[in-house]
């Protein structure tokens, strides 16, 4: 390798795959709140299967699927209209 490619990747072998994960997250809360809501809301739904009543099997399925995909997608348009405030409300000034 080269010296300049040797700089390229130093860069990124220094830093570890659990900084860059936290670093992300606070860059943009919302994406992991979605992603434990969507968890949350698979997992109530797996709980639920068996006392489902007389209700279908596709039909339960079908109402887990719409809440977890509302809960992450709720979560995800809050993170870009918090982005959003924080980079046209909060800080104007440039």
């Known amino acids: 390798m080269s010296p300049s490619e040797e700089s390229v990747f130093s860069k990124y072998e220094t830093e570890s795959q659990t900084s860059k ?14 992603m434990g809501g969507f968890t949350a809301v698979v997992a109530y739904g797996l709980y639920k299967l068996k006392q489902r009543g007389d209700m279908k099997l596709s039909l339960h399925l079908i109402h887990m699927r719409v809440a977890a995909q509302g809960f992450a997608v709720g979560a995800l348009t809050c993170g870009v209209l918090y982005s959003m405030f924080r980079e046209y409300v909060v800080k104007p000034k440039e």
């Not at 994960?21 to 979605?34: A, N, R």
């Open 21 to 34: 994960l936290i670093k992300k997250f606070k860059e943009t809360p919302f994406v992991p709140i979605g």
